[in-house]
């Protein structure tokens, strides 16, 4: 059959024919001609795993996301333009291929069904023919889903989601480009006593990725102008493809999202009031011994104790406890308020010299002005075997006299489970490991300060405000003092897997509550990026700074005194 000219290109561009050799145009079925096996859905399934696993299939799509470069994914995503009616499965698809496609390409894809870290997917692709554009409307979403439902009804599929929604972890983001994002601002610890639950912060939270498996990726993903966000900033109208991958549901972005500088950085801390400031700060392992805790070459230790001292300046309290500081006789502390007073002005600062730091690593001590309080009597400690790292009380009393109170300085038993047995081991209510050693560390402070002039118990306790060893302070009648005076949405200071709580803490005996002015917890570090922080390993080195922000991944704790008789 003789076909016009026009109708040869009508036909041609369809992908039906090829031309021979004698001019003639012959029909022949081109790519574009061979039809789906199956819709996208069918591949999916309504479960956690494809039910054609194994099986090659023929697909049609249309291109939503394109991440075929090597730095990233290395395949693109697919959406079927005419989805069927079951929510409960998923109309997108993930392809295992380089070949070059482009957002909006109408595409039929052949390839084998396989499961890839919990992710369906096509590999290996046989064939990707591009048969023309087409559109796919992003699903809108909204944290938490109706009950029942999961994100497993997305997977693959371009989504929006139509409401703001709060970086609440930023852990990973030089690492692996990743930003945890929740509903409803910020997700706390369950037990740090605001109602939440586990199940309840799962289902307001997901993952923003950076489209790329590279590890330490350049430049910073999600920055913008050198700015990389913090926990607390926020996003709205987020736009991606639904990906899964390491455990997580994570958001593949279309576009650059720009995260809003809602919680911007404190320049200082909240103004606390009183004659005498007194505060708490994990120090991150201040070490002098270089490859042990803390940093690993004269470089990392000069840039360390910059930032340590920023913000102990930034702090400027009158006495400060210490936590996690090398314990090597004076040796460390000494460095640390040497390299303060340089700072600060000769003599400024001084040191209290713990009397029994026991046998671990680091210990706790405390820091003081000379010219605003004066020590009365000698440190003393507690000699109850339950302490790895005992605490340290010292008295002070203004220089010009005044009402006198005591610091109790301490760092309890950590959370992780390394040798817990019996009562210490994961009791499945939230308080991981050892929380029984933590409660006994407790009652002995409880007891030692019922002994003690108007004593202030600070420091790590490693326990959330509604955890057992922080009843139990309170039942013996220390008060605290953040609960009276920080807003519930302020009241953290460490973030772990994209939880916040309050892990430092200041608490008062009733007797010294009433002469407290104020408290703030100084939020300078546990909303910052680890890439901020002191080490030269991963960490871009033009995010690096001599100030006080990632100087620790705790935040300083810090409260007024008035001491007038």
Known sequence: MRRTAAAFTTVLAAGLVTAT???????????????????????QGDGNASPLAGQTVRVEGVVTGDFQRADQLKGFFVQDPTPDADPATSDGLFVYSTQDVKPGDRVLVTGKVVEFNKLTELSPVTAVDVCGTGKATPAKVRLPLAKGATLERYEGVLVRFTQKLTAT?????????EIALSQGGRLFQPTEGHGDTQAGNNARRVL?????????????????????P???????????????????????????????PTNPRPKKPQPVGGEIRVASFNTL?????????????????????????????????????????????????????DRLNA??????????????????????????????????????????????????VQTFQKVRGGVPFTLVVNHFKSKGCGGATGPD???????????????????????????????????????????????????????????????REQRYSYVFQGQSGELDHVLAARSLARRVTGATIWHVNSDEPTIMDYNTEYNPPEMYAPDAYRSSDHDPVLIGLDLRK
């Open 425 to 487: 081991a994961d009791q499945g209510d939230g308080q991981s490991c050892w929380n029984a050693r933590r409660v006994t560390q407790a009652k002995a402070i409880a007891d030692l300060a019922r002994g003690l002039r108007n004593p202030i118990v600070l420091g790590d306790l490693n326990a959330y405000s509604a955890e057992d060893p922080i009843k139990a302070l309170k039942t013996a009648g220390l008060a605290s003092q953040t609960e009276r005076f920080v807003r």
């Open 21 to 43: 050799g004698t001019g003639t145009a012959q029909a022949e079925p081109g790519p574009c001609a061979v039809p789906a096996t199956h819709q996208i859905a069918q591949v």
């Open 343 to 392: 700072a600060v002005g000769a003599g400024t600062y001084t040191w209290v010299k713990h009397p029994r730091p026991g046998t671990d690593e680091i210990h706790v001590t405390a820091i003081y002005k000379p010219a605003k309080v004066r020590p009365v009597g000698a440190p003393s400690s507690s000699d109850a075997p339950v302490f790895e790292r005992p605490p340290l």
């Open 169 to 177: 972890e930023t852990y990973g983001l030089g690492r692996y480009g």
């Open 230 to 260: 913090r926990a607390g900033d926020t996003v709205s109208g987020l736009t991606g493809v639904m990906h899964e991958a390491f455990n997580a549901y994570r958001v593949q972005p279309v576009g650059s999202p720009r995260f809003a």
């Open 285 to 337: 392992n201040w070490f002098t011994t270089l490859n042990k805790r803390g940093a690993d070459s004269t470089a990392e230790q000069e840039r360390q104790i910059a930032k340590l001292v920023s913000a102990l300046k930034g702090l400027n309290a009158d006495v400060v406890g210490l936590m996690e500081v090398e314990n090597n006789g004076d040796t460390a502390i000494k460095a640390l308020v």
């Open 208 to 228: 923003l990725d950076d489209g790329s498996t590279v590890q330490n990726p350049k430049p910073v993903p999600h920055s913008r102008k050198g700015r990389v």
